[in-house]
């Protein structure tokens, strides 16, 4: 169910990346400020505050994700926890008290997300009983891998260890990666090419394959369920030379997409996006004034293909 314009937490903005940018390190004091006022200014139309606060979640993801991946036992909670967390941000950023402290407050809402999924998970257990609890081989096992995957990450090269975190961990197309290397779309796909062969010569090829597997993760599969991307259902129809219609589909705890007669199951990691988990391809939802979704821009391997407008919902 889609939340009221004021509550929900900004998707960031797409921009080209033709040209690379110059690099902003996420605590500059410069502009962060700025941003915080602009986002939580009540003078500011309901778009320029979520273009401000957009510019934040660009600048700290990677930090957040850093501190919850500290925290949390698995890569997913730890982007479970830093999502919420930016939604706490967006929702409380009045309470602020000083906008220059952007970066140390979204720490202490990130640790604190943290710690409620960890009870949380407790408390699942206990309410569970024994005869229905994980087996604790499997959460060992589990647990194992991914500490030894985030001890590779750690141990490689610059380039290649941000083209993994942001593509893999915050789920960020390859265009997204390069406007924060500072390099071409060609350049970071080669980038994270070379990073995913670096893992491969490290790992086992079991933990590589079940890493990169870009398919729906647990916590997706919840929200499916939930009916939290309810709104995103409905059918969708091309203009231009890719006219055909799309249509989006929840199948029980699957969503779908089915277009020119294939049927591919979506992903996402991250709000208002949606990938196909066969191949390169997301759709980013779009919104109108009012917060309904109105279409969506496609992308494949990074590259803009076109615009589908919403023709039926559910």
Not at 110 to 139: F, H, M, N, W, Y
Not at 168 to 179: K, S, W
Not at 218 to 235: C, I, M, P, W, Y
Request: proline share 4%; charged share 30%; with cysteine.
């Amino acid at each position: 169910m889609a939340r009221p314009a004021a509550e929900r937490m900004p998707e960031a903005q797409a921009r080209p990346v033709d040209r690379p940018r110059p690099r902003v390190k996420a605590d500059a004091p410069s502009g962060v400020a700025v941003l915080v006022r602009r986002a939580r200014d009540p003078r500011a139309s309901i778009q320029h505050r979520n273009a401000a606060f957009s510019m934040l979640v660009e600048r700290f993801e990677a930090m957040a994700l850093a501190t919850a991946l500290r925290s949390c036992d698995e890569a997913e909670a730890a982007r479970d926890a830093c999502q919420e967390a930016f939604l706490t941000a967006w929702r409380t950023l009045g309470a602020l008290r000083e906008p220059a402290a952007f970066g140390g407050w979204l720490k202490r809402l990130v640790r604190t997300q943290c710690a409620r999924a960890r009870r949380g998970v407790r408390q699942d257990g206990e309410a569970q009983g024994t005869s229905d609890a994980v087996d604790p081989l499997v959460l060992l096992s589990r647990c194992d891998a991914e500490q030894r995957i985030r001890r590779v990450v750690d141990g490689l090269v610059p380039a290649e260890r941000e083209a993994i975190v942001l593509f893999y961990f915050l789920g960020e197309p390859i265009r997204t990666l390069a406007r924060a290397m500072g390099v071409t779309a060609q350049r970071a796909g080669k980038t994270l090419y070379t990073a995913r062969l670096s893992l491969r010569r490290r790992l086992p090829r079991s933990v590589v394959d079940s890493f990169i597997a870009r398919g729906p993760t647990a916590a997706f599969t919840r929200r499916v369920q939930n009916g939290v991307f309810d709104e995103l259902v409905g059918d969708y129809r091309f203009t231009g030379p890719r006219y055909h219609t799309v249509r989006v589909r929840r199948e029980g705890s699957v969503l779908t997409g089915v277009a020119a007669g294939q049927r591919n199951v979506l992903a996402s990691r991250r709000r208002d996006s949606l990938t196909a988990t066969e191949f390169d391809g997301e759709a980013r939802f779009q919104r109108d004034q009012h917060g309904r979704i109105r279409g969506f821009v496609y992308y494949e391997c990074g590259r803009r293909l076109g615009v589908a407008r919403k023709i039926a919902y559910r």
